[in-house]
């Protein structure tokens, strides 16, 4: 049996079925291929998930300190298996929702594995071995996502090793936890499982933990993870073959020229993520790879001009909001329409770690890189009013802006609830707009927003706070 299509999405994530809804609403007739549950690793396997999980921890370490609050908590309890069971009711809601948008735009969803054949056919294999399925499409986009990277000599096995896959899924929690890689997800799981009261060591190859966010940024979560008692080794390469398993893990990292051993419960390998090019029928295409990613064009079209991609598998910022956006672009294309293009910089990244880290545009140093003479607005938490109320008051706001016209190039912040006030500064940026214009902007009061008006006028030198 041969369906016909207009697209067929191998992949159903967030980038692939918000893809296919924009083709529904363009009038085209659009099929999602999903091996797993439609929403993919975000919504069953990452940032739900895993924002359940830190949420959970971090009522939990509110909890403890509720006599500061005027609350007397004497007794605070953790349910793990409780913590668990709601992580999968949220995401259990979630995935609902997402099977009904895809009732709502008449969007056919294969269960089964999809394959790219030699004519561009796809076949799909149906899970439950329910047979095969020939889907003819005028386009394919994959959107077929990524998954964790290991190190070779730390394979995962579940009961020692493991990545963020297994960790979401354990049944209880350890004692203590080596994570190897202090970059986003490594800091969201060190920031939670601290938060839950399990000793974290955190051990990172670069000189300093999340090495692609501002410096500033990066040192003041250094300092405040530590504040949490998180032990965090940067400058330490670890040596998988001196791994050794038994009452737990013991491993190896060289550091300041010398082998420094550590030992934990458990281990947790959190060291990026790997694009998933294979066993889809790739390598049946001639679309090109750079080097392992796929490369596409501003309209996420590879060389062969009816196959698309987006997502992790063509590499860039991993983010799922990112992935959507290029969906919406990508099918828009296909329909005939002239899509704005994106700018990269202007993609806003958050990390949910406690307190949390958020970014927009260029670093201070990358704005030097580039040329730009910079000038800088700064402020901190300390002097917001509503940081003070939430009992919150660590991390601060910072504004990048060039020199002489005063135009926001990048915004960094860390603090509570920073991932809500990016987008602030991701629509300042798209704008063009200068610290003034922000600082113009009258922010209520009180609120945390009061800081990125503050470090608009810090640029000038007038904050009024400080």
Known sequence: ?????????????????????????????????????????????????????????????????????????????????????????????????????????????????????????????????????????????????????????????????MTSDEALKMEKLPNSILIVGGGVIGIEWASMLSDFGIQVTVIEYADRILPTEDTDISK??????????????????????????????????????????????????????????????????????????????????????????????????????????EGIIAVEHMAGKTPKVVDSNLIARCIYCSPEVAGVGLTEEAAKEKGYLVKVGKFSFRAIGKALVFGESDGFVKLVVEEGTNKLLGAHMVGPHVTDMITEAGLACVLNATAMDIAQTIHPHPTLAEAIGEAALAVYGQEIHA
């Open 220 to 325: 003041e979560v250094q300092r405040l993870m530590k504040k949490k008692g998180v032990k965090i080794v940067t400058g330490a390469k670890v040596l998988p073959e001196t791994l050794e398993k038994g009452e737990g893990v013991s491993i190896k990292a060289e550091h300041k020229g010398k082998e420094t051993p550590f030992s934990a419960d458990k281990l947790l390998v959190s060291v990026g993520r790997s694009p998933n090019t294979k066993e889809f029928g790739l390598e049946k295409t001639a679309v090109e790879l750079n080097p392992i990613f796929i490369k596409t064009n501003e309209f996420y079209q590879t060389n062969e001009p009816n196959i698309y991609a987006i997502g992790d598998v063509i590499g860039g910022l991993q983010l799922a909001h990112a992935a959507s956006h």
């Open 1 to 161: 049996m041969t369906k016909e299509y207009d697209v067929v999405i191998i992949g159903g994530g967030t980038g692939g079925y918000v893809a296919a809804i924009r083709a529904s609403q363009l009038g085209l007739r659009a099929a999602v291929i999903e091996k797993g549950k439609i929403g993919g690793t975000c919504l069953h396997a990452g940032c739900i998930p895993s924002k359940a999980l830190l949420r959970s921890a971090e009522v939990y370490a509110q909890t403890k300190n509720a006599d500061k609050y005027g609350v007397i908590a004497p007794v605070v309890g953790l349910d793990f298996s409780k913590v668990q069971a709601r992580k999968e009711e949220i995401t259990d809601r979630l995935f609902k929702g997402v099977q009904h948008l895809m009732k709502k735009g008449k969007i056919d969803v294969y269960d089964g594995k999809g394959s790219i054949t030699r004519t561009k056919d796809v076949l799909v294999e149906l899970n439950n071995g329910e047979g095969e399925v020939i889907l003819s499409p005028q386009n394919i986009l994959i959107a077929t996502g990524s998954r964790p990277r290991t190190l070779p000599g730390l394979e995962v096995d579940e009961k020692y090793v």
